[in-house]
């Protein structure tokens, strides 16, 4: 059964960083890609964020670029999500899930928060 838990969210200032993990089970990075998605509230869509392919190339959307890096460590089944300059636009839900297969159940995500 495949699992995501996601951590690291918080409250911070606009301009303040966060790092995001996922420890994933049940699935290995090598055969799939991993992604980063966010979700403005409840009810609405997820939008995706950041993915890294198995092959390790990283993707980042254009809002994110220069502030948001995707990274993962194979051995441990953990992707992060460095996030840097964080905007209020950026206040949501994150969640890990694919982005090159079919998606499978979603984590409870992890709030992130962005107010002075």
């Known amino acids: 059964q495949v699992q995501f838990v996601e951590s690291g969210g918080d409250h911070v200032q606009p301009g303040g960083s966060l790092r995001l993990s996922c420890v994933a089970s049940g699935i ?7 992604g980063w998605y966010s979700r403005e509230a409840p009810g609405l869509d997820r939008v995706f964020i950041a993915g890294i392919f198995k092959t390790g190339r990283t993707h980042v959307v254009d809002f ?53």
């Open 28 to 34: 290995s990075f090598t055969d799939i890609g991993m």
């Open 64 to 116: 994110g670029k220069g502030r948001f890096t995707i990274s993962r460590d194979i051995a441990n089944k953990t992707i992060y999500l460095q996030m840097n300059n964080l905007k209020a636009e950026d206040t949501g839900t994150y969640f890990c899930n694919t982005f090159d297969h079919a998606y499978y159940t979603w984590g409870q995500g992890t709030q992130v928060t962005v107010s002075s």
